[in-house]
């Protein structure tokens, strides 16, 4: 990629992958059809349909519309081959359980950002009457029924909250989730299965009640907007210079990204689903910007927030205080020329005139997008090495990007 050339023109955004995963192991829960549209074709989702049709389920994609009939379930072990692809296999247990009372899955893989340990979902199914032993790197749960219980999560987990939902839907009496995860991803899958017939109260706050019902319908959905695909694109028109716009975002999603992007002196315009964006000549420095979950600034924007704050005019402050290995991407940008110190879960960022291309390798999936977005502001060429994480969220960034007028090949 060559850096240096503003961009300029309209994309529209993708589906969201952290709502499509979940709705797609929920699709499991009902014996019947669900078909999902604006279904973002990327390698996770790929995965996971992968993951649905080792289960039994007949899966169809038409465009980027995907229809799963979920019939007949007659395979509740996930291979590893699938299974530790993605953190996100995970949910599969409380969907697996709520349908068949059993599953068995490899200790789900993923990004490497952190310790990401699954006691918060593992001590919740218990509590709901799962039985989960652990042998050899592989979960094996079962289940006469799975019944509702109260519970409290010492964290607002996304995946914890989504993987009891999953169980609940389809469980025995009432289940209450104090403290649960309140992200936009929550209220989508929540929406999916309400269409479907469960019954859900209080999804996006964070108290969730989800009263057992004995079987769902047929649905067909139509999924919201990826909120990180979108700050992905405003960040790399931050680093490049330019004007941008984005259809179809989900901008009451992104009020903390926004905030933040006016804090650096981007001039926005937004209208019910659509940002414009113009990058200012010289990025303002932040003081301090610290990740929380939603609805405060999103950690998987983190990374490319720090890739633009390095070339902003003074010294900025990240506190990343939700994964703690966030930071493998800092080695990369120092070889770019960027002036960065980490202490502890702080990122110290001192703002240089200039980025300079070389070869840099991405470990992970935002870490890797980032990447690109300071290749986009830097002299010279940037090659990304490993460039294959970034498929796992993003369907054609090489394209999207190639449109706004970007140097930029994948291949
Ligand atoms: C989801 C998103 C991910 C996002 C994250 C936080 C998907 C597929 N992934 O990940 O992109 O970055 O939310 O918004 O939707 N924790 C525990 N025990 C548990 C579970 C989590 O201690 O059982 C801790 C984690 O280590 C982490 C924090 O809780 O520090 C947040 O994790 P969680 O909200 O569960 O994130 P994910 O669901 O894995």
Same mark, same amino acid.
């Given at each position: 990629?060559?850096?240096?050339?503003?961009?300029?023109?309209?994309?529209?955004?993708?589906?969201?992958?952290?709502?499509?995963?979940?709705?797609?192991?929920?699709?499991?829960?009902?014996?019947?059809?669900?078909?999902?549209?604006?279904?973002?074709?990327?390698?996770?989702?790929?995965?996971?349909?992968?993951?649905?049709?080792?289960?039994?389920?007949?899966?169809?994609?038409?465009?980027?519309?995907?229809?799963?009939?979920?019939?007949?379930?007659?395979?509740?072990?996930?291979?590893?081959?699938?299974?530790?692809?993605?953190?996100?296999?995970?949910?599969?247990?409380?969907?697996?359980?709520?349908?068949?009372?059993?599953?068995?899955?490899?200790?789900?893989?993923?990004?490497?950002?952190?310790?990401?340990?699954?006691?918060?979902?593992?001590?919740?199914?218990?509590?709901?009457?799962?039985?989960?032993?652990?042998?050899?790197?592989?979960?094996?749960?079962?289940?006469? !029924?799975? %019944? /509702? +219980? #109260? $519970?409290?999560?010492?964290?607002? &987990? *996304?995946?914890?909250? =989504?993987?009891?939902?999953?169980?609940?839907?389809?469980?025995?009496?009432?289940?209450?989730?104090?403290?649960?995860?309140?992200?936009?991803?929550?209220?989508?899958?929540?929406?999916?299965? !309400?269409? %479907? /017939? +469960? #019954? $859900?109260?209080?999804?996006?706050? &964070? *108290?969730?009640?989800? =009263?057992?019902?004995?079987?769902?319908?047929?649905?067909?959905?139509?999924?919201?907007?990826?909120?990180?695909?979108?700050?992905?694109?405003?960040?790399?028109?931050?680093?490049?210079?330019?004007?941008?716009?984005?259809?179809?975002?989900?901008?009451?999603?992104?009020?903390?990204?926004?905030?933040?992007?006016?804090?650096?002196?981007?001039?926005?315009?937004?209208?019910?689903?659509?940002?414009?964006?113009?990058?200012?000549?010289?990025?303002?420095?932040?003081?301090?910007?610290?990740?929380?979950?939603?609805?405060?600034?999103?950690?998987?924007?983190?990374?490319?927030?720090?890739?633009?704050?390095?070339?902003?005019?003074?010294?900025?402050?990240?506190?990343?205080?939700?994964?703690?290995?966030?930071?493998?991407?800092?080695?990369?940008?120092?070889?770019?020329?960027?002036?960065?110190?980490?202490?502890?879960?702080?990122?110290?960022?001192?703002?240089?005139?200039?980025?300079?291309?070389?070869?840099?390798?991405?470990?992970?999936?935002?870490?890797?997008?980032?990447?690109?977005?300071?290749?986009?502001?830097?002299?010279?060429?940037?090659?990304?090495?490993?460039?294959?994480?970034?498929?796992?969220?993003?369907?054609?960034?090489?394209?999207?990007?190639?449109?706004?007028?970007?140097?930029?090949?994948?291949?």
């Amino acid at each position: 990629m060559r850096g240096g050339i503003p961009l300029y023109g309209e994309l529209c955004v993708q589906g969201s992958k952290n709502a499509a995963l979940p709705i797609l192991a929920a699709s499991l829960l009902h014996r019947g059809i669900s078909v999902i549209h604006n279904c973002p074709r990327i390698l996770d989702v790929e995965n996971t349909v992968q993951i649905l049709q080792e289960a039994g389920c007949l899966v169809k994609w038409q465009g980027s519309s995907l229809m799963i009939f979920a019939e007949n379930i007659q395979n509740t072990r996930i291979s590893s081959k699938y299974g530790t692809q993605m953190r996100s296999s995970v949910i599969f247990l409380g969907s697996l359980l709520g349908r068949k009372g059993n599953a068995i899955l490899p200790l789900p893989g993923g990004c490497t950002i952190g310790k990401r340990p699954i006691d918060l979902h593992l001590d919740s199914l218990k509590r709901m009457g799962a039985r989960i032993e652990e042998e050899k790197e592989v979960l094996y749960a079962d289940t006469e !029924k799975m %019944k /509702g +219980a #109260k $519970i409290s999560l010492r964290f607002p &987990s *996304v995946g914890a909250t =989504e993987n009891i939902i999953l169980a609940a839907v389809l469980a025995k009496g009432t289940t209450w989730i104090q403290n649960a995860a309140r992200e936009p991803e929550i209220m989508e899958l929540c929406r999916f299965l !309400k269409e %479907k /017939g +469960a #019954k $859900i109260k209080g999804e996006g706050t &964070s *108290v969730i009640v989800i =009263e057992g019902v004995r079987q769902l319908r047929d649905s067909e959905f139509f999924l919201m907007s990826d909120r990180i695909v979108a700050g992905t694109y405003l960040m790399a028109a931050m680093s490049a210079g330019g004007e941008i716009s984005l259809k179809r975002a989900p901008v009451s999603q992104m009020t903390a990204q926004l905030q933040v992007l006016e804090a650096m002196g981007a001039q926005m315009k937004m209208e019910k689903n659509k940002i414009c964006l113009k990058a200012p000549k010289k990025i303002c420095r932040l003081v301090s910007v610290a990740t929380h979950p939603y609805p405060g600034f999103p950690t998987d924007l983190q990374s490319q927030l720090l890739a633009v704050l390095c070339k902003a005019r003074g010294r900025s402050k990240i506190v990343e205080t939700i994964f703690e290995g966030r930071y493998q991407i800092v080695p990369e940008l120092r070889k770019m020329g960027a002036k960065i110190k980490i202490v502890a879960q702080e990122a110290w960022i001192e703002g240089v005139e200039e980025l300079t291309g070389t070869t840099v390798r991405a470990c992970e999936l935002r870490g890797g997008a980032a990447l690109i977005v300071a290749g986009l502001g830097a002299s010279g060429v940037t090659t990304i090495e490993n460039a294959c994480f970034i498929q796992r969220g993003y369907e054609d960034i090489g394209r999207d990007l190639r449109n706004l007028g970007a140097a930029i090949e994948t291949s």
